[in-house]
Structures are given as C-alpha cells and as structure tokens.
C-alpha cells in the first residue's frame, strides 16, 4: 500500500485509459518545475523492477521530460544573461597593458572588472535558473556522467518499450523500440523485439518513429539530399536551408550544455592535463579549458547520426556546398554567391570553391559590393577561431591536450611542434596500418586454383551486378565438423542472438545463432571442441580473403560480422505455408518495395559493403537463395545450398535477397558481413582469436566472461552508479 502511494503523484499525470497518446513522448506536467532526473530514472527502474509499469512509465518519461527541460533552460539562460546590457566585457580587458603601466597596475586595472563581469553573469544564471528550474535552480539538477551516458544510449527508451508492451500500449511500445534501436542498431534482443512488433495486428508501419532523433536527421538533411539526388535542387533548397539552420541550433544548444555544474567538467580537465591545482587563476584556466574542449566537439556530436560511431565528414562545410550549387542551378546567383564565400571561411585555397566563385561573379555581371559570407557561417567561424587560438595556447604554455575535430583549422593557430603531427594523421588513410594487396584478375584465377575454389556463376549468369557463387571453399569433413559445433553449441544452451527460439521471420522455423565469440569460451569451458571453434575462425578469414580478392583488389575489405545459423522447420506447422524463410531485404539499407528505394539509414547496418553465406549442408527440403528486382517480386536469380558453396555479393539495392521457406529438417550457413571501414571490423573475431591462442586455466581457475554483446533489460534493477561507484541517492517520497 505504502509503495502505490508513492506513486500515486506520478499516476495522476498518465492519461486516462482510452484516451489518445500524444505523439512522442510529450511532457507531463508542463509548467511544472522539473525534479531531479537522476532521482527519476532511479526510482523508474525500481518501479520496473517490482512490476510496477504504470509508474514505470510515469516516472521514465518525467526522467526525459526533466533532463531535456535542463537543457532548454541552460541555453535560454546563457542566451538572456549574455545579451543583457553591460554583459559584455570591458574592451581593456581584451587588450595588452600599455608601455607606461606596470605588472601591478595593469593588474588592479583589469581584475576588478573581469571578477565583476563574472559575478554578474553568474548573479544573472542563478536567477534564470531559479525562475525556470524552481529553488536551486541547475545546481540542484546535476546529472552525473553516468547518467548521461545512458541517455545518450537511450536506455530509458529500453525499459520504456517494455512497460508500453505490459500496459497493451503496442503503438508506443513500437516507438520506443525503435527510438532504443536507432541508437544501438548491434543490439540482437531489441532487433528481435522488433520484429515481433512487425507481425502484431496493432501496430501500423508509422508506429515504428524516432522519439529522439533531431529533425535536421528526420527531414531536413536526408530529403534534402535525396531531392538533389533526383536533380530537383528547387526543391531541395528549402530542406537544405532548414537543415542548416538547425544544425546550427544544435550546435548552440550542445554549447550550453558544456556550461553545466564544474563537477560535469571533470572528466574533460582531466583528459586535458588542467586540473584545478594550484591557485585562483589555475582553477579558472582549468575549467574553462574544459568548457571550451567541450565546445569545440559539439559540431563533431551534431554531425554524428545516432548509432554511429563517427561523424559525417566536413558536415557544415559540406552544406555550404551544396546550396551553393543548389542555388545555382535554378538561377539564385546572389545566394550561390553568400554561400561559396562562407566555403571559403573554412577553406580558403580550395580550388573548386575559388573557380565556382569566379564564374557566378562573371555571371552576375556587374560587381556586387555588399554580397559577402553567410552572417551566421561568419560568426560560427570567427568564434570557434577564438576558442581555438584559446586552446593551442593552452597546449604549448599549460600543458593542456586538444585533439582539433576540424580539418579546416588554419596551420598559423597550431603550435609549430604540433603541425607535422596533425598533417600525418590527416593524410593517413584508416587502412595504412594493414597495407593493401591489391591482386590482378589473373591472380585470383591463380588463387582459386590453389585453393581448390571454382567459380560457378559470376554476375551476368546471375542476372545481376557483383554477384558470384564459389564452390570449393569447404571439404565435406570442414562442413561436419561446423555442424558438430553448431549442434553442440545448440545442446550446451548457449544460443546467442535467438537462444533457439522460434525465428523472428517466422513462426513457422527455429532460429539458433553462434557468434565467433561465443564458439570461442565455449570452447573454453569445454562445452563445444576447440576444432570447431578454431575452423569457424579460419573459414570466416578464408572467405573475407576471397571476397576482398574478386570484388575489392584495390581497398582491403574487413569482418564486420560473423555469424553460424541454422533455421529448423517446425514439424506439423508446413502444411499450406506460404511465408518465406526471410523475406526480402538488402543488408545495408531499408527496402521500400513500393517505391524500389532503398534507404540507407537505421536500423539497416549501413556500414556493410559486401556479404557472403557459406553454406554448410544440403539435406533440408526449401531453403534455397533468390535475389530479386527492388520490387522484391521479380526473382532474377536462385541458388540452391550445398556444402562449401558461397554466394558473394554487395550489400546494397543492386542486390536484394531473401529465402524461400525451410519445410524440412535443419539448413545451416555461416553469415558473414564485410565493410570498409575499419572502424566498423568485428571486435569479436579478434577478442575470439586471443581466447583460442590463451593456455588453458588450471582446474577450479575461473575463467572471466568476455563476452561484449548488450543485455536487455532484467527484471532485476540495474543501478546506475556514480563515477565512484557508489548507488545514487534514492528518493523514499516524491
């Protein structure tokens, strides 16, 4: 009774039963002043962990309403106070004492004035802070690191699926799935999750929304730059300009944040060298030094989609280009000429940005003395030069780090000791540390040779672009021994991924999966034999080698997932079947069949560039591999599985795929998905290599669990700890 009448407050604030929920994730109590988010989330997973979704729900969303109301009102704040009259710094304070003042009188002319000009801003934060945010006002709103790393991951949106699904809530269960997945697109249960909200009769295609995402992702960037793509740059202009301009109000809203209570700032002082030993002045440098670090990432953080590692390259001044070229196209040449110079702000040698100017002068005919740069480009450049020449100062005089985010930063603001360095680690490619092997054709007819491959079909017997089968790449023995493993993984209850169940394709086949990784402390713990584990490692690299030599010679290609599954079809359940194994998708993008588009976007693993199955049986009826037109109607191709064979192919549009249904006995394949990009290579085939290579443990030893892969929430409370690694305060009372 005590527990429900604690949160009987949160209750009250749920919409009646029946009655419609906004869109989103709105606020609750508007007005109201916000409570404190790390006491929310807290007692939002003790609510979750007794069962108690309502509450649950309640308090998790007050914990985002919260921590977002924080954020509005630090910018507004910092906005207001930095704007009001006599806000601004004496101009003396900028400049360099004259010839006939000593060091004390130059100090007893600028350091009342400058701890007066603080005083006030902070005189003038606090009472905003008060106004917005209730007695206390931000310092009472601390949210520490721990905390806003699991914002930042989404968590609540994890929790908050399921509580939605336990109220019969499934339209904003669905919503908060995908919120959590866009953020984390490698987590197998929520990928899952998904798929069965797919197949519930009560959630609509526009049920799976991003809560979270900023729009300059949603709309503006990404219609934008599908609407160039289709050459409608008239159209395109609108969305192109919104995105900029929202990026920049990200960009300013990330600032504020880096303004936040000195303990948030610990973490950047350290990193930075400045901690705040010493006097008053070290303190103040210290911390500012930190504030501004902060600053100078959020363009980095704003240029980042969520679920990606690394940010969009050149983000701002690759907008600037093109609506520069936009504008130009549909005869806008005073705007194509504001923008071209605001790329010029940046790069101010670039030659393309340079010629493109010449000719829409020369077009415009007579000089045009009040065109200039972008206002807003312009101001964004002078402050963030200003923050920089701050911080390389710090580097050679203080001892501070900065690792510079931009590649536009003028060599004269580096340190003369730092330049070398920063221009090796521009021009380094990410794969300089493995080095190409770029292979002729003939060498990799040389290759199959050697190794006993065949190639079977290549893309034009396949009706399709960079398509092949290979046979050969398994002797029957290899097969039996993958089986085996597969087998004995499956009997130990160590499924990773699916853990045996019913497939999230279809309910109509069992779904097992093992990663290398998994295959590896199985071995280990002596569940599965290290020869199994040992071949899953070699096959996986053998077929990475080949797939690198006949489709990428030129660019080397690195695992990005490796995955044994076998799909069994459920006897009694095949009679008049007519779904498919796994429908038709392509594995880098999301697949509109309607429209023949392919978006490469979350939740697709748009990283992938090329994939590989290796079949390891042919004793199943069904199963067989088709590719089709981008209307997933139209077979182009069909590949029947045997051991040893691997169909290859890229990952994209040009190639769609799916699986004719399996309707008896068990069909297993090594999945195996390859990227460029380096920083996308599977972890876990290394972390696998290391655990195989590892002397055995004397007996009783234990061995530590290495594996990385995400858990989904427990019914047991997962704490959220503080940088000490205590438990946070938690409330007994609203």
């Known amino acids: 009774m005590f527990r429900l009448l604690r949160w009987l407050p949160l209750l009250l604030l749920l919409p009646p039963p029946g009655s419609p929920e906004p869109p989103g994730l709105a606020p609750l109590s508007a007005g109201a002043p916000p409570q404190a988010p790390d006491l929310l989330y807290a007692d939002g997973l003790r609510a979750y962990a007794a069962g108690a979704w309502a ?45 006939d003042s000593g060091p004390g009188a130059a100090r007893s002319a600028w ?29 009472r709103l601390r949210v520490g690191s721990a905390l806003q790393d699991a914002f930042r991951r989404r968590e609540p949106y994890n929790y908050l699926q399921r509580a939605y699904y336990q109220l019969k809530k499934l339209d904003l269960a669905a919503a908060a799935a995908h919120t959590f997945f866009v953020a984390n697109p490698t987590h197998l249960q929520m990928r899952e999750d998904m798929a069965k909200y797919r197949r519930m009769s009560g959630v609509r295609p526009q049920s799976f929304r991003d809560l979270e995402t900023p729009p300059y992702w949603q709309a503006a960037y990404d219609t934008g730059l599908e609407l160039l793509g289709r050459q409608e740059a008239a159209l395109a202009l609108p969305w192109l300009e919104e995105a900029l301009q929202e990026s920049l109000a990200q960009v300013e809203s990330c600032r504020a944040g880096c303004e936040g209570p000195e303990e948030q700032q610990k973490e950047e002082e350290e990193e930075g060298g400045t901690g705040s030993q010493g006097g008053l002045y070290e303190a103040i440098a210290g911390h500012w030094i930190g504030v501004v670090q902060c600053r100078q990432r959020c363009v980095e953080d704003t240029a980042t989609r969520p679920g990606r590692s690394f940010p969009v390259p050149d983000f701002l001044p690759g907008q600037l280009r093109r609506l520069h070229e936009a504008h130009a196209q549909v005869g806008n040449l005073s705007q194509a000429v ?13 030659e393309a940005a340079r010629k493109a100017l010449d000719q829409y002068q020369a077009q415009l005919g007579e000089p045009r003395p009040g065109l200039g740069p972008r206002e807003d480009i312009q101001r964004f450049v002078l402050r963030s030069l200003g923050e920089k020449r701050q911080l390389y100062y710090a580097v050679e005089h203080l001892g501070a780090s900065f690792k510079d985010p ?34 002729p054709l003939t060498h990799w007819k040389d290759v199959l040779l050697l190794e006993g491959v065949t190639l079977t079909q290549d893309a034009r017997q396949l009706n399709g672009s960079e398509r092949a089968v290979l046979d050969g790449l398994l002797t029957p023995a290899e097969c039996g021994v993958l089986l085996q493993l597969a087998k004995d993984a499956a009997e ?3 499924r990773s991924g699916y853990q045996g169940r019913r497939s999230p394709h279809t309910p109509h086949e069992r779904f097992e999966g093992l990663t290398v990784l998994k295959a590896a402390q199985l071995a ?34 690195h695992l990005s997932f490796t995955h044994l599954v076998c799909r069994s079809a459920i006897e009694g359940e095949q009679a008049q079947r007519m779904d498919l194994s796994h429908p038709v998708h392509a594995d880098n993008c999301v697949l509109d069949p309607d429209s023949g588009e392919c978006w490469r976007e979350p939740p697709a693993y748009t990283y992938r560039d090329y994939s590989g199955l290796l079949y390891l049986n042919d004793d199943f009826q069904g199963g067989d591999l088709f590719f089709t037109e981008p209307n997933a109607l139209t077979v182009t191709a069909q590949v029947r599985p045997r051991c040893g064979r691997l169909v290859a192919f890229s990952s994209g549009v040009e190639n769609p795929h799916g699986v004719w249904a399996v309707t008896r006995g068990r069909r297993c394949t090594l999945a195996l998905w390859h990227t460029w990009a380096p920083e996308h290579r599977e972890q876990e085939w290394t972390e696998a290599k290391e655990l195989l290579q590892e002397p055995e443990k004397e007996e009783g030893e234990e061995m530590p669990s290495r594996d990385p892969a995400p858990e989904p929430p427990s019914p047991r409370l997962q704490r959220v700890q503080d940088k000490a690694g205590k438990p946070p305060r938690v409330r007994e009372e609203l």
């Not at 590649?407 to 380094?428: N, Q």
């Not at 199994?532 to 996986?540: I, K, N, T």
């Not at 797939?547 to 290609?557: C, E, G």
């Open 524 to 557: 280990r713990a002596g569940a599965v034999g290290s020869q199994g584990a040992q071949l899953l490692l070699e096959v996986s690299e053998r077929v990475r080698s080949l797939t690198q030599a006949y489709f990428s010679p030129d660019r080397p290609l």
């Open 406 to 439: 931009d590649p536009w930063t003028p060599a004269a603001f580096i340190p003369e000791a730092l330049r070398e360095k920063l221009r090796e680690d521009r021009e380094k490619r990410p794969w300089d540390h493995e080095p190409p092997q770029p292979k």
């Open 338 to 350: 504001e923008n071209v110079l605001s790329v010029l702000l940046f790069y101010p040698e670039d």
């Open 55 to 99: 509450p649950a729900v309640a308090l998790l969303r007050e914990a985002l309403r919260s921590r977002a109301a924080l954020g509005r009102a630090r910018q507004d704040c910092g906005a207001r106070c930095a704007a009001e009259p006599g806000a601004a710094l004496p101009a003396m304070l900028a400049a360099s004492p004259g010839p």
């Open 111 to 139: 350091e009342p004035l400058l701890l007066r000009a603080a005083l006030r801003r902070a005189e003038c934060l606090t009472q905003c802070g008060a106004r917005r945010l209730g007695p206390g006002g931000a310092a």
């Open 492 to 494: 130990s209850g160590a």
